[in-house]
C-alpha cells in the first residue's frame, strides 16, 4: 500500500468569473479600475480582489451617474423647467 506524501492538485469549485469592468462615465469607477491595475502590478492580489468586490458593487451606489449616462445618450429633447 502506498501513502501520498504531497499535496494533491488544487480543488476548483466554480468557473472563476471574469473581473468586473467599470461602469462607462463613472469616475469611481474608472479610479478602482485603475487601483486594480496597480495592485496587479505589483502582484498585490488581495488588493486586486477588493477593488474587484468594489467595482461589483458600484453601480449600486452611483444611480445619479446611470441617469446622468441615460441623459447624455438620449435623443436630444426639448427641456422643460416648468414641469
Ligand atoms: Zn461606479
Do not use: F, W
Request: aromatic fraction near 0%.
Amino acid at each position: 500500500m502506498s501513502s501520498r506524501t504531497t499535496m494533491g492538485p488544487p480543488v476548483c469549485l466554480d468557473v472563476p468569473r471574469r473581473p468586473p469592468e467599470p461602469a462607462p462615465g463613472c469616475d469611481v469607477c474608472v479610479a478602482l479600475a485603475k487601483q486594480r491595475t496597480v495592485a496587479r502590478g505589483l502582484s498585490d492580489l488581495s488588493a486586486v480582489s477588493d477593488c474587484n468586490v468594489e467595482l461589483a458593487a458600484h453601480p449600486e451606489k452611483h444611480p445619479m451617474a446611470r441617469q446622468r449616462i441615460a441623459e447624455l445618450t438620449a435623443p436630444a429633447r426639448a427641456e422643460n423647467p416648468g414641469a
